[in-house]
């Protein structure tokens, strides 16, 4: 005789059984859901306007990929008047790791993305929705869980894992479907003494959703970025509950986002086959599904082909490598704009004062994209205008921040020179003409800025045979003395250009290179070349700012000391 299904309850000593079950299966639970719904009215919100959400899970690392969602919900709600939440998704204890959670938060405020609920910088929450940390809300997971029980769309599952890796291994051989689904969902039809006798024997259980769909029949959904979709229906009897007491992010989340009020839902694309469930989940619940709309994977180049940025293999896939080489924040924020909707770069164009939080975002431009392309030049790009329109203090002060947790030898220094590092970066900053665009990040400023240091600097290394190639020890020996008998400091920068022409002239240089391509045979070189040898014995480097404005900012000892170095 066929068991009698779980459900089948007719006479009274049943319906005693399956209150027994349902005790045994969550046992002490208090909590009803009428109180769950009296503890979060619907928010009081205009209609227009979206609760948005990230729900990252503290693994110990933020994707870029996060920020990416997190930006584009946050602005999404902003800009509709709404609310952005943060929820800790942190169910599967064994991928935890410790400080991840505070990492998140940590990220979200370095990013500029603010939140108006979720946990705060100082651990505490803010916001009427919570707790907003999923191991918390166990209990609220439960009693909808338990309703789905007692209404017959949710049931106690006893098998051991051994037993699902052989059906996993059978439907494999089948070529079926994997999954837990139709005859194969041994549990699903156990009768209500076999599940007592085996809560009895204390065997370990899950709680599986009871699917009514068929993977025969599709169903049709809007999503927000890629338009209408048609799927398969959900048929998985999927864990909602796992043995531990704690819910799947599937089950969970259905209940967080109904709770919290979550209008729009924008993820990424590794979700979109599960949309079918998490409908099916929230119209078994009696509740109305979010809107829904899945990214593509954040991409790469390499060589010429683009491929998936890789959690593994790609630095950049981790939030931290953009602090730690030392990019503004607010640089990043706007290459993400920039990769969310590409009319932002245009706007931008047009608005070069106003905050980026009056871009209008549209999501619909995201769609038909293989995927937002992360493109390193590009962003340095972007943070070289960040930082050229930053004043000189500017740039000591968010240089000498990045350092102090990054480079102790660069922070010594700016710390030690207030004066001297202001005026190095003052070079080519704040004038009439535009400013220089040579810094792309922080970690690059050590790099440029060392040879204005004695103690970094070192004569003795100048390569002249590299940087001055075709000139003779003699002659840039000559061409340096000559610099050193011009050179006056109290010059301004027309004195001096007109001192250095006169004497590229008297050492036999065209005072132009105009001249010199004209009457090659009559010349040494040109006052280019003169400018060069001063360059290489102030510098080491055939490349650097401005001749005067280096000579002006090193001061008249250093300049003099360099110049008969040789
Ligand atoms: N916890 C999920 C994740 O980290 C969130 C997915 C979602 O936004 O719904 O991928």
Request: net charge neutral.
């Amino acid at each position: 005789m066929k068991p009698k299904k779980f459900h089948n309850h007719k006479n009274g000593n049943k319906n005693g059984i399956r209150m027994q079950i349902i005790e045994r299966l969550f046992p002490n639970l208090e909590i009803t859901p009428e109180e769950v719904e009296n503890k979060y009215p619907p928010r009081d919100l205009e209609a227009s306007a979206k609760v948005t959400r990230v729900a990252p899970s503290p693994t110990g690392f933020m994707h870029i990929g996060g920020i990416f969602a997190a930006l584009l919900s946050e602005r999404l709600a902003h800009q509709s008047g709404g609310v952005f939440f943060v929820r800790i998704e942190d169910t599967d204890k064994k991928r935890e790791v410790e400080g991840a959670a505070q990492l998140i938060i940590d990220s979200l405020s370095r990013f500029n993305i603010p939140v108006d609920e979720g946990e705060t910088l100082t651990g505490e929450e803010k916001g009427n929705y919570g707790p907003y940390r999923q191991s918390k809300r166990e209990n609220i997971y439960k009693t909808f869980a338990r309703k789905l029980v007692q209404e017959d769309r949710a049931y106690p599952c006893f098998c051991t894992v051994e037993e699902l890796k052989e059906m996993t291994s059978q439907q494999e051989k089948n070529k079926s479907k994997i999954g837990y689904y139709g005859d194969w969902a041994k549990c699903r039809d156990k009768s209500d003494e076999d599940v007592l006798k085996a809560l009895d024997e204390r065997k370990p259980f899950v709680i599986r959703f009871k699917s009514s769909g068929s993977c025969k029949k599709r169903m049709e959904f809007e999503d927000m970025i890629k338009g209408k979709l048609s799927m398969p229906e959900n048929d998985n009897d999927i864990v909602i509950i796992k043995s531990d007491g704690l819910p799947t992010y599937h089950f969970a989340h259905v209940v967080d986002d109904h709770f919290m009020g979550t209008t729009d839902v924008v993820r990424g694309d590794e979700w979109l086959s599960s949309v079918p469930l998490h409908i099916e989940l929230f119209r078994s619940l009696g509740w109305k599904p979010p809107r829904y709309g899945h990214f593509p994977p954040i991409q790469k180049l390499e060589g010429h082909s683009k491929r998936k940025l890789s959690k593994r293999k790609d630095p950049e896939a981790n939030v931290l490598f953009y602090d730690e080489e030392g990019y503004s924040s607010i640089a990043v924020t706007e290459y993400l704009l920039n990769l969310i909707d590409s009319d932002f770069e245009n706007w931008r164009k047009q608005n070069p004062q106003t905050d980026n939080r009056d871009f209008p975002i549209r999501l619909e431009h995201l769609a038909g994209s293989a995927g937002p392309l992360l493109d390193m030049v590009k962003l340095q790009d972007i943070n070289k205008d960040y930082i050229s329109k930053l004043s000189a203090e500017e740039v000591l002060e968010q240089c000498t921040t990045w350092a102090e947790k990054y480079d102790e030898d660069l922070f010594r220094k700016l710390k030690e020179n207030p004066d001297y590092s202001k005026r190095i970066f003052s070079i080519e900053r704040g004038g009439e003409l535009p400013p220089r665009k040579d810094i792309a990040k922080w970690s690059d400023v050590r790099h440029q800025i060392e040879y204005f240091f004695d103690d970094i600097f070192k004569a003795a290394d100048i390569d002249f045979k590299k940087l001055l190639p075709g000139m003779t020890k003699v002659e840039i020996k000559r061409v340096a003395e000559k610099f050193l008998s011009i050179y006056d400091e109290q010059d301004d920068k027309t004195t001096w250009f007109s001192k250095v022409k006169d004497a590229a002239k008297s050492l036999g240089y065209a005072d132009s290179a105009k001249a010199f391509k004209k009457e090659k045979d009559k010349y040494k070189g040109h006052v280019g070349d003169v400018a060069m040898v001063a360059r290489v014995l102030l510098t080491g480097r055939t490349q650097a700012p401005e001749l005067f404005e280096v000579i002006h900012c090193m001061g008249a000892d250093r300049v003099r000391k360099r110049l008969k170095n040789i």
